[in-house]
C-alpha cells in the first residue's frame, strides 16, 4: 500500500460546526503532516507530527487543533471556522521525518467554510 | 525571502518540445531537493528528489542541481499533454511558488 487516503474529499460546514479531517498511511512512515493550499498557490506548513509526536506547529490558530491517535492515522479537529479557511488542506507523510526524500501526499479535502 | 523561489509560468510549448523549469534557493545549507507535480483538484504527486551537484535522471525527466549558482531544475524531453500541471519545487519542508505547465497538442 502505497498510499495516503483522506476523508472527506469534499466538505462544506458552517462557521459554527465542528468537524475532523481523517488521514491514514500504511507504509509504517513514522512521520504525518498537514498542509494547506489556497487556489494558485503552494501548500503551506501547518503541522507536523514525528513518531505520533507534534514536532511542530507553524503558529497555525487554535481552530485548528491536529491529533496523531497512532502512527498510521492523522486527524484534524476543526472549530468555529472563518470563510479565509476554504483551501485544500492536504496530509502527507514520509520515512522517517528528515523530509530529504519527500513526501507521499493524498489527495486532500477540500473544504469550503459558509 | 523566500528559501525557495520559482516563476510561476504559465509555460505553454508543443506537443514534444522539452520543457525546462528553474527554481532558486537560498541557503548553502540546502543539499536534498524535490520535484513534485500537482494535476488540478489533486494533490501533489513526488516525481523525483536530488541530492547535492549533479544530474540524475528518470526517464523523460532530468533533474538538476548547480550548488554554485543555487539553481535547481527539471527538464521534461519529448512533451506529452499529459504532462500538463503545476511543477513545485521543493526543499524539506518548503515549497516553490510552482509553475503551470500546458503541453499544447
Known amino acids: 500500500d502505497t498510499e495516503v487516503t483522506q476523508t472527506p474529499k469534499h466538505l462544506v460546514m458552517g462557521m459554527t460546526n465542528k468537524k475532523s479531517l481523517k488521514c491514514e498511511q500504511h507504509m509504517g512512515h513514522r512521520a504525518m503532516y498537514w498542509y494547506k493550499q489556497k487556489a494558485k498557490k503552494p501548500p503551506e506548513l501547518m503541522f507536523v507530527y514525528s513518531y505520533e509526536k507534534l514536532s511542530i506547529n507553524e503558529s497555525v490558530p487554535s481552530r485548528f487543533s491536529p491529533e496523531c491517535p497512532n502512527s498510521s492515522l492523522l486527524n484534524l479537529h476543526l472549530h468555529a471556522l472563518q470563510p479565509e479557511d476554504s483551501a485544500l488542506y492536504l496530509c502527507?507523510?514520509?520515512?522517517?521525518?528528515?523530509?530529504?526524500?519527500?513526501?507521499?501526499f493524498g489527495s486532500g479535502t477540500r473544504l469550503t467554510v459558509v | 525571502q523566500k528559501e525557495v523561489e520559482q516563476d510561476p509560468g504559465p509555460l505553454s510549448v508543443p506537443e514534444g518540445a522539452i520543457v525546462s523549469l528553474n527554481c532558486t534557493y537560498s541557503?548553502?545549507?540546502?543539499?536534498?531537493f524535490m520535484w513534485y507535480r500537482q494535476y488540478s483538484r489533486k494533490g501533489p504527486e513526488l516525481l523525483m528528489y536530488t541530492y547535492s551537484s549533479g544530474n540524475k535522471e528518470d526517464g523523460r525527466f532530468t533533474a538538476q542541481v548547480d550548488k554554485s549558482s543555487k539553481y535547481i531544475s527539471l527538464f521534461i524531453r519529448d512533451s506529452q499533454p499529459s504532462d500538463s500541471a503545476t511543477y513545485l519545487c521543493a526543499k524539506q519542508l518548503s515549497f516553490g511558488a510552482g509553475t503551470t505547465v500546458t503541453v499544447r497538442a
Open positions: 541557503n548553502s545549507a540546502f543539499q536534498y
Open positions: 502527507a507523510s514520509s520515512q522517517d521525518g528528515q523530509e530529504n526524500y519527500g513526501y507521499t
